[in-house]
């Protein structure tokens, strides 16, 4: 395990070099919250460990949704580069918690467009008889 201080002086060295490089390409860098971004699916906010079975598959243990774990992580980045509610949270706790709540609401919002059969409508009666 590495020192904290020194930990903290690589960080320092990768965020100038990134300043650096885009600034030498005229692009701004832009920083975002990266936590859980390869362990969260794209689609549908579930995020859990067990999305990622190996280095290079992502496969959401939820809706199923299957890619290259580096896209699916290079999606939630893009997609938090204006998500001003995710870079409120000040912990990876609270970041967790965002995410799970977003999952629900996904799934609620799924299983408000999925039809249901009449039978279960109440739309049709169901009879036993059988004369």
């Known amino acids: 395990?590495?020192?904290?201080?020194?930990?903290?002086?690589?960080?320092?060295?990768i965020d100038w070099q990134l300043a650096?490089?885009?600034?030498?390409?005229?692009?701004?860098?832009?920083?975002?919250?990266?936590?859980y971004s390869s362990q969260e699916c794209s689609v549908c906010h579930y995020t859990d460990r067990a999305n990622r079975p190996d280095q290079q598959t992502f496969c959401c243990a939820v809706c199923g949704h299957r890619l290259h774990a580096d896209l699916n992580a290079a999606t939630n980045i893009a997609k938090r580069l204006d998500d001003t509610e995710l870079q409120a949270c000040q912990t990876k706790a609270e970041i967790k918690v965002l995410l799970m709540q977003r999952h629900i609401a996904y799934r609620?919002?799924?299983?408000?467009?999925?039809?249901?059969?009449?039978?279960q409508l109440g739309l049709f009666e169901t009879s036993t008889d059988s004369g």
Do not use: N, Y
């Open 1 to 13: 395990m590495w020192p904290r201080r020194l930990v903290s002086i690589h960080q320092i060295i």
């Open 20 to 35: 650096w490089g885009a600034a030498k390409r005229r692009l701004q860098a832009t920083w975002v919250k990266s936590a």
């Open 108 to 119: 609620e919002h799924q299983r408000l467009a999925v039809v249901q059969p009449p039978v």
